[in-house]
């Protein structure tokens, strides 16, 4: 069930924010100068500019921390999917191949316990 959750927020986390940005690209090409322009032409849209910045950074970290403390392989593949996509994509991202580690983990302490 948990699985399934982060999945379809893996989904959406790619849908929706390429729903904005396809346009953007497909108007302006990959014209840097005018994407960081229109990311802070106000107040509000640069307060979910540094929004995202910020819960990039704590995401590496924690990636990085509790990844290592699960000895996950790959941990490089969600900052890629974060510098992709986004937040949006790697948190759940993260959480899910995170909850199927646990799972795998739960799972051979049973059996090692019969």
Request: charged share 15%; with cysteine; aromatic share 14%.
């Amino acid at each position: 069930m948990l699985q399934g959750t982060y999945l379809i927020l893996c989904i959406l986390g790619i849908a929706l924010p390429y729903s904005q940005f396809i346009p953007f690209l497909l108007e302006n090409g990959l014209d840097l100068e005018r994407f960081f322009e229109q990311l802070f032409i106000n107040r509000i849209s640069a307060f979910f500019g540094m929004d995202v910045l910020v819960s990039s950074l704590v995401l590496w970290t924690f990636v990085w921390s509790e990844g290592s403390r699960l000895k996950m392989k790959n941990l490089w593949i969600y900052v890629a999917s974060n510098l992709l996509v986004g937040v949006s994509l790697a948190l759940p991202l993260f959480l899910l191949l995170r909850q199927r580690k646990l799972e795998e983990t739960t799972q051979l302490e049973h059996i090692v316990q019969s």
